[in-house]
């Protein structure tokens, strides 16, 4: 995952289409072009996909949020842990941005 928050910005610019990993996704990401900006906007994605009550994002794990996923929105195992993938990385760029 490279710069998303720049890809975000270019593809406003440009008015391109923005493809979300899951239908879910698009009116949490919409303000922000498809790019997790703001630590809020992963909370939110846990508890929309996985069906997390607030707290419960605190201690992701991969299991538990595949499974989740798989309860709440009928996502494949699979697809659930490219979500899981994309939101740890997300997740993980923020804390290095400080």
């Given at each position: 995952m490279k710069n998303e928050a720049a890809d975000g910005?270019?593809?406003e610019s440009q008015h391109r289409h923005i493809i979300y990993d899951h239908p879910v996704l698009e009116p949490i990401l919409k303000e922000t072009n498809g790019v997790f900006i703001?630590?809020?906007q992963?909370?939110?994605a846990v508890r929309q996909l996985a069906g997390f009550s607030p707290g419960q994002h605190e201690v992701?794990?991969?299991e538990k949020f595949i499974v989740g996923c798989e309860a709440t929105n009928k996502i494949i195992p699979?697809?659930?842990a490219a979500l899981f993938d994309h939101l740890t990385e997300?997740?993980?760029i923020m804390s290095a941005a400080g």
């Open positions: 910005l270019h593809a703001f630590q809020e992963l909370q939110e992701l794990q991969r699979r697809q659930a997300a997740a993980r």
